[in-house]
């Protein structure tokens, strides 16, 4: 699951728990649009990790409404159309780029080895806004997770993980977070790779990520796990399904308008 290429650095990660609002004060989309600059903003949708292929629609016209210039649904649902040139282009000359929900799997077998992720790794590196909503936020980090159990106690074998998209490879991203139970999964996944900072996010939520911090905006919360001081059972040795052992886990918690900084690992408060 390792990469060989670093990760791209110098753009902004928007990372969303899904179920953002799509219709009233549209808060965090409403922010994806202005990151990517307002009404000069060239903007590509990718509905991959979704079923359903009207999905990027409603981003159109809701980024449209939003005074962004230019919006584009890219329909790219096999390999193939994710390796075409013209695809690669568009996405390169993006200033924000927008995955929809879905199945995080899915997003990756379509992007892997493409024209298209060069593109958008081009386009981070030169400064773009990647956004994700739900499956389209756990793809971007490598590994990412790519499903598991229910639950807020970590047990052993509760978090499948795969090989992701590799955007972020120090943050390994968890969405739909309180809703939906997934505290167990994060931290059973981030014990095994203490290197990597676990963020969970709520749904309605966001957690921005630029120049090594980490900002939340939103209605819900964005929860952080640190266990690079962790001392735990060998997880090789603990039977499947069976709760694990650990100690020194750090618990962070931020609601809108928090900050956290990437490289001390540490919460920054308001003096």
Do not use: C
């Not at 039977?239 to 694990?244: A, G, I, T």
């Amino acid at each position: 699951m390792k990469s060989k290429r670093p990760a791209p650095q110098q753009g902004t990660l928007m990372l969303i728990g899904g179920a953002e609002d799509k219709f009233e004060q549209k808060v965090i989309l409403r922010m994806f649009v202005q990151l990517s600059g307002g009404p000069r903003a060239r903007l590509s949708i990718l509905p991959s990790a979704s079923e359903n292929h009207d999905s990027g629609a409603i981003y159109q016209q809701i980024f449209s409404e939003l005074g962004a210039r230019i919006v584009r649904v890219l329909p790219l649902f096999n390999h193939e159309e994710a390796d075409l040139p013209d695809v690669a282009k568009e996405l390169a000359s993006s200033t924000g780029i927008f995955m929809t929900g879905g199945d995080q799997s899915k997003i990756v077998r379509i992007l892997h080895g493409t024209r298209a992720l060069s593109a958008i790794e081009a386009a981070y590196a030169r400064g773009a806004v990647i956004a994700g909503t739900s499956a389209g936020a756990a793809a971007l980090s490598d590994p990412m997770i790519a499903s598991g159990g229910r639950g807020s106690l970590a047990r052993s074998g509760m978090a499948k993980i795969a090989q992701g998209l590799g955007l972020t490879r120090s943050l390994l991203i968890d969405q739909h977070f309180h809703q939906r139970e997934r505290l167990g999964r994060l931290i059973a996944a981030v014990i095994s790779f203490p290197q990597m900072l676990g963020v969970g996010v709520d749904e309605d939520t966001a957690a921005v990520v630029n120049d090594g911090q980490l900002s939340v905006i939103g209605r819900g919360t964005v929860t952080l796990i640190d266990t690079s001081q962790v001392r735990s059972v060998n997880l090789g040795t603990t039977p499947d399904r069976s709760p694990l052992a650990f100690a020194n886990l750090r618990l962070h918690t931020l609601v809108h308008g928090g900050r956290f900084d990437l490289q001390r690992r540490q919460v920054i408060f308001k003096e």
